[in-house]
C-alpha cells in the first residue's frame, strides 16, 4: 500500500469528517455513517492512487 502524503492525508481526513458530521446532523443511523465514511475513505485513497485529486473527487474545499 503506498502512503499518501501529508497534505492528501489531511484533506481526506477532512472531507471524511465533514460528512460524517452532515451525516449525523441529519440523523442517519450511526452503522450506515460508519460504513459511509469507511466506502468514502476508501474511494478517496483509490481515486487518489490513480491520479486524480480529492478535490476532482469531491469538487471545491
Do not use: S, Y
Amino acid at each position: 500500500m503506498t502512503r499518501l502524503d501529508d497534505t492528501t492525508e489531511k484533506t481526506i481526513n477532512r472531507v471524511v469528517l465533514d460528512c460524517e458530521v452532515f451525516w449525523i446532523l441529519r440523523n442517519i443511523p450511526r452503522t450506515q455513517v460508519d460504513e459511509m465514511k469507511a466506502e468514502l475513505e476508501q474511494h478517496l485513497r483509490e481515486a487518489v492512487r490513480d491520479g486524480k485529486t480529492v478535490t476532482d473527487v469531491v469538487g471545491a474545499l
